[in-house]
């Protein structure tokens, strides 16, 4: 089983949050996040969207612990002094990938967690793109009925699979839109 840490500016998309936890819920992958970073998407989030409800997203942070209940890392702590990368505000979402013994750390934040530390060592520091693309190479029929899925359940509002790919090509999902447009073609 594939573990990987989830980052907060993976998880703050929506339409990426659910493909991946779409995924992990198929069992391609096993999805690991902290309570930390939990609050960091819903805090920049709220931030960027002032109008939404906080109780709405701790019911999905809530929804979240329910559906992956092994997922909440704890004890990564300790692990974080021992860090360095160009960001030191990044070191609490290393320490947690260490920490699980994660084989992905899955970040849009790819260059922040250059360090030496990192090579040709667990976790690998990918981009939810290549990291969903993974999946659509190893088992695309899998992936495909994932996604079929979870466009059905899109209800307010309700959206189609060109929808859904649109709005992953606008957030940067490229290439998965790309290739999962390929298996509906």
């Given amino acids: 089983m594939i573990?990987?840490?989830l980052d907060a500016n993976v998880i703050f998309p929506a339409p990426i949050r659910d493909l991946l936890l779409s995924l992990a819920e198929d069992g391609h992958f096993k999805p690991f996040w902290t309570e930390e970073i939990h609050q960091e998407w819903?805090?920049?989030?709220?931030?960027?969207?002032?109008?939404?409800?906080s109780k709405g997203l701790e019911r999905t942070?809530?929804?979240?612990n329910e559906a992956f209940p092994d997922a909440s890392i704890e004890g990564y702590e300790r692990?974080?002094?021992?860090?360095?990368?160009k960001d030191p505000n990044?070191?609490?979402v290393l320490a947690a990938?260490?920490?699980?013994?994660?084989?992905?750390?899955?970040?849009?934040?790819?260059?922040?967690?250059?360090?030496?530390?990192?090579k040709n060592e667990k976790p690998q520091v990918i981009h939810p793109d290549d990291f969903i693309c993974l999946f659509i190479?190893?088992?695309?029929?899998?992936?495909?009925d994932c996604f079929s899925r979870l466009v059905s359940r899109l209800k307010k509002p309700p959206q189609s699979k060109e929808d859904v790919l649109r709005t992953l090509t606008k957030i940067g999902l490229l290439n998965t839109a790309a290739k999962i447009r390929g298996l509906l073609a």
């Fill in 61 to 64: 942070i809530t929804l979240m």
């Fill in 3 to 5: 573990l990987a840490l």
């Fill in 79 to 85: 692990r974080i002094e021992a860090l360095s990368l």
């Fill in 137 to 144: 190479s190893e088992n695309p029929a899998s992936v495909l």
């Fill in 90 to 92: 990044d070191r609490h």
């Fill in 42 to 53: 819903k805090r920049n989030l709220l931030q960027k969207r002032p109008e939404l409800d």
């Fill in 97 to 118: 990938a260490l920490e699980a013994n994660t084989d992905y750390l899955v970040t849009v934040n790819l260059k922040d967690f250059k360090t030496s530390a990192l």
